[in-house]
């Protein structure tokens, strides 16, 4: 059945090809279904055809680097490949001089995050992609829902991806869910299901989160489709980034856009055998009461946010930039060449200065040797990331009660935020130009197991935005130097409880060999 899918596939990207011959995001889809089918010939024809119309684009290396190892060429040629990546000059890819046709906006608060999301939604009139890590079907979750399932009674076409993890918690079997896949213009798909026979492949896990509107507008960050991330409904929060995208010129010169490139890396997704039904039934009662909810839900969502329903000036909402690259790991459910983390650090290593923001630390031994690569070349690289007494992953606040010391020794100042809520933002800002907003965390997990995506900004003002909210966090921040903390002005200690510490004391023993994993 993956075959036969695979095959319908290539010939849709064929027809797409012939009718656009200039299109290297087909030519990247045609290699990549050919190495699945196992046709390492054709892979090859289609690999040159994209040096000829893309002999610059780094993602030569990645094509290579796959049909290397489906080829089984020996290690030290992979190995060379990935060598030549992450040593390739980063100015020329991720900067432009003159201003593009994608412009954005940057979104912090979690109320704006829902009305952008409504407001958008309610625009489409072709398609809509949402793919999500975690998907509740409270408040915000039912929104969402709501807001998609009129959509599919409009026409649209509705394509929704949730990783397997909330599949099995929240979203199989679930009648909300089940209304909305039960739609015949709307799919509900999940990515690596839980499958308990298969422990081995439940870590890698989809960590992507973006909404995709036509060809017109999309957001990309960190935030989840929950009540933590969306709206105002939990007094529990977390503070998050994301950029929203609106393409000012859709349809036309479009092949090294961003939402070109995000376009590319949902079909491959969805086009994956990862990518697996959603299962309960469509047609049981809870499933058309639920149906029946979701659409009186629509009608009072318009009278709770009547902002997000008057027609939107998205130019007038966004500013300019200079270019806009997308960044990812690769997609399938298994252990990952770190090709996000190679694009970071080598972004990182053409600047003098990088500020990077992360729930939480988790480094290998390859990614503690990049850092102190970094500084020993004179980049000064600060981090910015939450208290201990503060932070809401009790894995990663444990590992760097675990770590601290070996991550100052690679020379990185470490900011430990002390926010009113945990900071669930993942940033890097180099210079005064470069901002890249998305999902990635600075841990092993995001840098070899998950599907991970970033957004590469060249713009000044984007990152003045950032750098101006980085400094303000730094004044609730303490940081080692020196041999002892100093304290911002803002920084207020707040104690471990003594049932924390006894937790964090037992668990900085449990966690040492599962590092990797957390």
Not at 25 to 51: G, T
Not at 197 to 206: C, I, S
Not at 492 to 517: D, H, M, N, V, W
Request: aromatic content about 10%; proline content about 3%.
């Amino acid at each position: 059945a993956a075959n036969k899918r695979y095959e319908d596939s290539k010939e849709i990207f064929l027809l797409a090809y012939h009718r656009a011959p200039i299109g290297k995001n087909i030519l990247y889809r045609l290699i990549e279904v050919s190495l699945r089918m196992k046709d390492i010939q054709e892979a090859e024809e289609f690999y040159e055809e994209f040096l000829e119309i893309a002999p610059n684009d780094s993602t030569r290396y990645i094509l290579n680097y796959k049909i290397s190892k489906e080829k089984q060429v020996p290690l030290e040629q992979q190995i060379r490949i990935l060598e030549e990546y992450k040593e390739k000059d980063a100015a020329a890819e991720y900067y432009s001089d003159t201003s593009g046709t994608e412009r954005i906006a940057y979104i912090t608060d979690n109320n704006d995050a829902l009305l952008y999301r409504l407001g958008m939604i309610e625009e489409a009139e072709k398609s809509i992609i949402l793919s999500t890590f975690d998907f509740n079907d409270d408040e915000a979750g039912q929104d969402i829902l709501s807001a998609l399932l009129n959509a599919a009674d409009r026409g649209v076409d509705i394509r929704v991806i949730v990783d397997g993890i909330s599949g099995f918690m929240d979203v199989q079997h679930n009648p909300w869910f089940l209304a909305l896949d039960a739609h015949k213009n709307a799919q509900v798909r999940i990515y690596n299901p839980v499958n308990f026979l298969k422990p081995w492949d439940m870590q890698a896990r989809l960590h992507d989160k973006y909404l995709i509107i036509d060809d017109q507008m999309y957001t990309l960050g960190g935030r989840n489709t929950t009540n933590l991330f969306l709206g105002d409904y939990s007094k529990g929060k977390n503070i998050d980034k994301e950029l929203f995208v609106y393409e000012t010129d859709p349809g036309k010169n479009m092949q090294n856009t961003s939402m070109s490139q995000l376009q590319t890396y949902f079909d491959s997704i969805w086009d994956s055998s990862d990518r697996k039904p959603c299962r309960g039934s469509r047609n049981g009662k809870k499933t058309v009461e639920k149906t029946e909810a979701l659409k009186k839900h629509y009608k009072e969502l318009q009278k709770k946010y009547p902002a997000a329903y008057e027609k939107q000036n998205w130019e007038e909402l966004t500013f300019e930039t200079n270019k806009i690259t997308l960044l990812s790991n690769p997609i399938e459910s298994e252990n990952k060449e770190p090709w996000m983390w190679y694009s970071l650090h080598r972004l990182m290593m053409s600047g003098k200065q990088a500020t990077i923001y992360t729930p939480y630390i988790i480094c290998g031994r390859e990614m503690y040797d990049d850092l102190s690569q970094l500084t020993d070349n004179n980049v000064s690289v600060e981090i910015i990331t939450n208290d201990v007494a503060k932070g809401a992953n009790p894995w990663g606040c444990t590992d760097y009660l675990n770590e601290k010391e070996k991550i100052w020794r690679t020379g990185v100042k470490v900011y430990e935020y002390m926010a009113p809520h945990s900071c669930h933002t993942k940033a890097v800002l180099i210079d005064d130009r470069m901002s890249i907003v998305g999902s990635y965390n600075l841990d092993m997990r995001s840098t070899y197991l998950d599907t991970e995506l970033m957004l590469a900004v060249d713009s000044t003002e984007l990152n003045a935005i950032i750098r101006k909210e980085a400094e303000h966090d730094k004044t609730f921040s303490k940081t080692m130097e020196n041999g002892k903390y100093t304290y911002g002005e803002n920084y207020k200690t707040k104690e471990l409880s003594t049932g924390k510490k006894l937790f964090y004391a037992t668990l900085r023993q449990i966690i040492k060999p599962l590092r990797r994993f957390l």
